[in-house]
């Protein structure tokens, strides 16, 4: 099943090669702590549009694309909304860091033939610029697109595995929100919580992951961590 990390570890899958194995991320609150980020950008749209809601309710709903938050919150005028919300985010995005080892992890992934891709529902604009930051070779970005439909729908998850040629059984998803565990489970993926994100898995209860760091004890054996011995 496993492929030793010293071969070619960036070469891209073989056509019907079963062996590739993918490491599927959520962004906020998994890779980066955006939170402040979030914080203000809310702020800035109470301010705006006089929305009386705390960020408590906004980030009770983190996970779900925009949209979708301002339609279970009650706000209307949600294109002006999101204007607003969108500009302060990359105003403020110098605010967003990286969670400490994640980079580290993510590239012992890599050398152990794991294909890195990034589920999230934030909009590519936001998105992009604090993924390019990690400097890690993610082979798929998927982000809302038209109107297709987000999480907690299976359909970003399986998206990215089409990209990715790996099955949803050889695929793992890290979030920190329940409907990221219910994607998961819709889309016949193992799920692992993040430990160090914003939310609390739901039952049944998942594997989780207490630090990044961990993820490497839980999903590689330890034989690829030494020197990627063939398996
Ligand atoms: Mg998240």
């Not at 914080?39 to 809601?53: C, D, F, I, P």
Request: charged share 20%.
């Amino acid at each position: 099943m496993t492929v030793p990390a010293h071969e070619s570890p960036s070469a891209p899958a073989a056509p019907n090669d079963h062996r590739s194995r993918a490491l599927l991320l959520d962004l906020d609150g998994v890779l980066l702590d955006t939170r402040p980020v979030m914080r203000k950008a809310w702020q800035r749209v109470q301010e705006a549009h006089g929305v009386a809601l705390p960020f408590r309710d906004y980030e009770r709903h983190l996970g779900r694309e925009f949209g979708d938050i301002m339609q279970r919150l009650g706000v209307t005028d949600t294109e002006a909304v999101r204007r607003t919300y969108e500009a302060e985010s990359v105003a403020t995005a110098h605010l967003a860091q990286e969670f400490a080892g994640i980079v580290e992890t993510l590239h012992a992934f890599v050398a152990a033939d794991w294909r890195l891709g990034v589920v999230t529902s934030k909009h590519v604009d936001r998105a992009a610029p604090l993924l390019a930051r990690l400097g890690c070779p993610f082979a798929t970005i998927r982000t809302p697109a038209g109107a297709g439909r987000t999480k907690p729908a299976p359909d970003p998850l399986l998206l990215a595995l089409v990209d990715l040629e790996v099955d949803p059984a050889a695929a793992v998803y890290v979030g920190d929100m329940a409907v990221d565990q219910e994607s998961a489970a819709r889309a016949g993926v193992a799920y692992v919580h993040a430990g160090w994100g914003y939310g609390q898995p739901t039952a049944p209860a998942p594997e989780t992951a207490a630090s990044p760091k961990e993820l490497l004890s839980l999903l590689l054996p330890a034989r690829q961590l030494v020197e990627g011995s063939t398996g």
